[in-house]
């Protein structure tokens, strides 16, 4: 073999180990999704993939971040300033000189006056700015601001807990959001079941008959009023798969997975025991408690919060003490030449400002803050009431929707059992095939109705959950 065949599948050999690798490697970093989903699964991913909800959680970052700056008020403030002026201004000035008296001591050493004199020239005086600067560390702290300082800050950490119960809000309004994608699912994909027996049993009447038609037995147009209803049971399941396609991509906008996402859940309809009917919520109804839901909490720091905002209001009207000191260097200005200001230098400042007369300012400031705190409080109230209400409906709601439960039940039982006895009878020539088909249809919704009542009791567990604040 020539040396371009060696070079040739040396190159093949080369390639089919990276291509080996790169599949290796790819497959160890691609984490198939779990086969089917839970109820609190779904949860769990919408938590952690709804946008709404992550910025709630910056949020939350945000005010710490703003608490821990009003906390820094109670602390010095350390700061370095720094000046440079330059100007070509020049003051000059000159001093008259002229013939001075003297005086000489007397015997007692008191100063008396000479018959001399002494000649004192002008002065001249040449006063230059040139470029003059200053550079200082100042520190500032405040003694007494009316309660101002805890006041802002104590507002900042409310603010701080009321993006937390923001949060929280958020999560159970995601959460609810999340039961209902899903429970419509589980609703749809139960639809299809229910679809395709309904659809089993017209063909096998379809079959049944057309054999009747082929041996004579009975007249074609029983035949083509099978094929009628056969028809509307394939474009009612046809119907349901494509329901049950946009549930999925439903689901999946929510759970932050690709909308194509092919998911499966792992609950369903297909027995009495996928329903966990909560028997202690019906016996324990009236020991709910409000006060649990973030809604509740949201408004009691709401009060919290215009209580502070009074106490912030009161303090700009109440006397204000601090204190500021400096130490610098300062260099400039020139006086004949020869530098005045070359030296370092410490300066305090105690400041008092005492607010004395404001045209009733600060009364009517602190009224409105009053004021405001009241509608809070009256705010709280209303809510209460409101919540209560929701409860008493979200209650009932539960309560019918699990009664419905027991009666569509019981309605399909007498509903197969009138489509069986209709069946036997209509192979014994004792009954149309209307009469025959009419169960099949009453049985069918009968079974659509179960359904959806399985899927209004769920939704209505969660509204109830959510409504005493345990969701």
């Not at 919540?387 to 979200?394: C, I, Q, R, S």
């Not at 007498?414 to 009419?438: F, H, V």
Request: charged share 25%.
């Amino acid at each position: 073999m020539n040396k371009s065949g060696h070079t040739y599948i040396s190159l093949i050999i080369v390639l089919s180990i990276f291509a080996s690798s790169f599949t290796i490697i790819s497959a160890q970093e691609v984490k198939p999704l779990k086969d089917k989903l839970t109820l609190l699964e779904c949860r769990e991913m919408a938590l952690q993939n709804n946008l709404k909800l992550k910025i709630a959680q910056e949020q939350v970052k945000a005010a710490e971040y703003k608490t821990a700056a009003y906390k820094t008020n109670y602390l010095p403030k350390l700061s370095a300033t720094g000046l440079y002026l330059y100007s070509d201004a020049t003051l000059n000035e000159n001093i008259e000189g002229g013939y001075l008296p003297t005086f000489i001591p007397d015997g007692q050493g008191n100063m008396i006056p000479n018959d001399g004199f002494a000649y004192l020239p002008d002065i001249p005086l040449e006063l230059k700015v040139g470029g003059t600067y200053n550079a200082a560390l100042q520190v500032e702290q405040p003694i007494y601001m009316g309660g101002k300082v805890t006041a802002a800050y104590q507002m900042a950490k409310k603010g701080q807990e009321m993006t937390q119960v923001k949060e929280k809000l958020s999560a159970v309004e995601l959460s609810v959001l999340s039961d209902k994608a899903y429970w419509n699912t589980v609703k749809v994909k139960a639809m299809i079941t229910s679809a395709n027996q309904y659809k089993a049993t017209l063909e096998e009447l379809h079959r049944t008959v057309k054999n009747a038609v082929d041996a004579g037995m009975t007249h074609r147009k029983d035949l083509l009023s099978v094929q009628v209803k056969l028809n509307e049971a394939e474009l009612n399941l046809t119907r349901a798969k494509n329901g049950y396609r946009l549930a999925i991509m439903n689901l999946n906008h929510i759970i932050g997975l690709p909308l194509n996402n092919e998911t499966e859940i792992a609950d369903s309809f297909t027995n009495e025991t996928d329903i966990s009917i909560s028997a202690d919520i019906l016996k324990n109804f009236n020991e709910f408690d409000v006060s649990l839901r973030p809604e509740h909490h949201l408004l009691s720091k709401q009060i919290e919060l215009k209580e502070h905002q009074e106490k912030l209001t009161r303090s700009d009207f109440l006397p204000n003490v601090g204190v500021k000191a400096m130490y610098g260097y300062t260099n400039g200005l020139k006086l004949n030449d020869e530098t005045m200001l070359d030296d370092t230098n410490f300066a305090a400042v105690l400041s008092v400002n005492i607010p004395i007369f404001n045209w009733g300012e600060g009364r009517n400031k602190l009224k409105e803050a009053e004021v405001e705190r009241s509608i809070a409080q009256m705010q709280l109230k209303y809510a209460q009431e409101e919540m209560t209400l929701e409860v008493t409906k979200a209650f009932n709601n539960l309560q019918e929707a699990l009664l419905e439960i027991t009666l569509s039940s019981k309605s399909v039982e007498q509903a197969e059992q009138n489509m069986k006895i209709s069946k036997d009878r209509y192979k014994a020539g004792m009954e149309t095939l209307a009469n025959y088909m009419e169960t099949q249809t009453i049985w069918q919704k009968a079974m659509s109705d179960l359904i959806a009542a399985k899927a209004t009791y769920q939704l209505s567990r969660t509204e109830y959950l959510k409504a005493v604040g345990k969701l």
